[in-house]
């Protein structure tokens, strides 16, 4: 039987190519894995957890948002070994298939820098469209996962072997759904050692530095964003009153206004507010992440002052952060997604899964940050212990600091746009013969 031909280069279309909708059908499936296991894993172990003997024994607060944040900080910072993996020596596609059973390690940056992969100049109009549509197949999946898993957790019949087990079939289900559109997808070949003397040459060094001068601001938008994801903010919300049209909530369900809200904010975003606004001044990329910089930092206002009305003995309506939420998400909707976009097309076609990898390095340096903070309020004596007020506040400051800082440096920022290279039609019939050696 004859070995089946990939398509190793875009074809020239002018619509979106086949290979996408397996990419999307694998991120949700994933990101539901991902996003139910973290939505469980703070209460678990603030309520949940025992102790070897087998005995109940919840952690403080302060410890599980420091285990909850170094444990997401592992999961975005080993895809750097899958992205020298794949831009390096396996290819994106077979990093993604092989290391999938693995997960963390080699699977998120070689699937947003795969997909990117797909498009060349004849569609790259459809690109800032389709990393929005990459977006909302993660936030879908996590809106599933974030009102099912916590709703497992808590109930006795099911409990945390269900909650957590749940996740580990979507994951298989992603692999499987990867693999279904293998025929239909763009494999890049892997750049081998010319990846290497690209990374380290000169243009490879300014353009990483370049880019990291953008990602070191981004970092404190993660380390913000990671609280209102299943850790700080679901532990407040059990202190605030859950009743909400008629339910009563689940404090650790409430998260679920993030993909829910971004769902709606993705087309009203790229249809509604970016045209608004270009009418008045140009937005470019860095304009975008800017203003959501600002605006997640507005969301921690919210924040602080539910803190304080608990503090007085309060229970505020859950309602309040739902308020927190939908800033928050704006400001999600024009940081993330844009850097997704920002990422790929800055980075030379070798680096294509490094960069991206680099984009998640800010992640977990984010969520790193957060986490030796709260080791730090674990060690601190009784006279420099942390109020849950004064921690929001401080996280508040540094939000509106580096906001204003960034949009200094956006200034001088001089960027270069790489996309994949295309085939015409022509030699796209011959392609296989081009990159498969003698033909047989």
């Not at 279309?13 to 469980?40: C, D, H, Q, T, W």
């Not at 990602?215 to 938008?221: P, S």
């Not at 309602?319 to 030379?348: C, H, K, R």
Request: aromatic letters at 16%; hydrophobic letters at 50%; glycine letters at 8%.
């Amino acid at each position: 039987m004859a070995k089946h031909k990939y398509m190793r280069s875009p074809p020239n279309l002018a619509g979106m190519p086949p290979g996408v909708p397996y990419i999307i059908g694998n991120e949700a499936a994933e990101r539901f894995s991902y996003y139910g296991m973290k939505s469980v894993l703070t209460v678990f172990m603030a309520h949940y957890i025992l102790n070897q003997s087998g005995v109940l024994a919840p952690m403080q607060e302060n410890e599980a948002y420091m285990y909850t944040h170094y444990f997401v900080f592992g999961v975005y910072f080993l895809p750097i070994l899958g992205a020298i993996l794949a831009d390096g020596w396996l290819g994106k596609y077979w990093t993604i298939l092989s290391l999938s059973i693995v997960y963390c390690l080699g699977n998120k940056p070689c699937v947003s820098a795969n997909v990117g992969d797909q498009f060349g100049e004849s569609n790259r109009h459809l690109l800032s469209k389709m990393f929005g549509w990459f977006y909302f197949s993660i936030n879908a999946g996590s809106f599933i996962s974030s009102i099912l898993c916590p709703w497992l957790l808590a109930n006795p019949k099911w409990g945390p072997g269900w909650a957590f087990g749940i996740p580990g079939i979507a994951m298989v289900i992603a692999t499987l759904f990867f693999w279904g559109g293998r025929k239909k997808m763009v494999h890049v070949p892997a750049a081998g050692l010319s990846y290497l003397k690209e990374t380290f040459s000169k243009e490879g060094l300014i353009t990483l530095a370049r880019i990291a001068m953008v990602y070191v601001f981004i970092l404190v938008f993660w380390a913000l964003w990671g609280m209102s994801n299943g850790a700080e903010w679901t532990l407040q919300a059990e202190k605030m009153d859950l009743h909400w049209m008629g339910m009563n909530l689940i404090a650790a369900q409430v998260q679920t206004a993030n993909p829910i809200l971004i769902l709606i904010f993705i087309p009203l975003v790229n249809y509604v507010i970016y045209p608004a606004i270009d009418k008045v001044f140009r937005l470019t990329p860095l304009r975008k992440i800017g203003i959501g910089l600002y605006i997640t930092a507005l969301s921690f206002v919210v924040i602080v002052w539910i803190q304080g009305q608990i503090d007085a003995g309060l229970k505020p309506s859950i309602n309040w952060q739902l308020l927190a939420y939908v800033i928050l998400t704006l400001g999600e909707a024009m940081v993330s997604i844009t850097g997704l976009e920002f990422s790929y097309t800055q980075a030379p076609n070798s680096m294509k899964s490094s960069v991206m990898a680099l984009w998640l390095l800010t992640v977990a340096s984010g969520e790193l940050f957060v986490g030796l903070v709260n080791k730090w309020i674990l060690h601190a004596g009784a006279a420099q212990k942390v109020s849950a007020y004064q921690y929001f506040t401080f996280f508040t400051w540094l939000m509106f600091g580096a906001a204003v800082v960034f949009t200094i440096v956006a200034c001088f920022y001089k960027g270069r746009t790489y996309l994949q290279s295309q085939l015409t039609p022509d030699e796209i019939a011959t392609e296989p013969i081009l990159h498969g050696g003698t033909p047989s």
